[in-house]
């Protein structure tokens, strides 16, 4: 099985976008599941809204895991876009 550099451009081009996609959703997924988790305190026993000197449950991994995800799909989708132009830029003979 080809890997790296052994792939035909237009298959990294689309493996790169399709990993980009996977990170994007996986990123509004977790997301939404920080604000579930956020969200679905009890009102009354929500002291304010900024948490100075509270004791909330807030969801510090999740929101860290979708920053991260985040980051990682950004990434991931320029190396896709670099990829993509190679491809063009080899096909065209430049």
Known sequence: ???GDQLPRRQRVARL???AAALSALTLLLLGVAAWI???EDPGDIIGRLPLNADDDFPAVTLLLAAGAG????FVGLAALHAAAKAIHQSLGI
């Open 71 to 74: 980051v990682v799909s950004a």
């Open 38 to 40: 956020v969200w679905g």
């Open 17 to 19: 976008s399709l990993l």
């Open 1 to 3: 099985m080809p890997h």
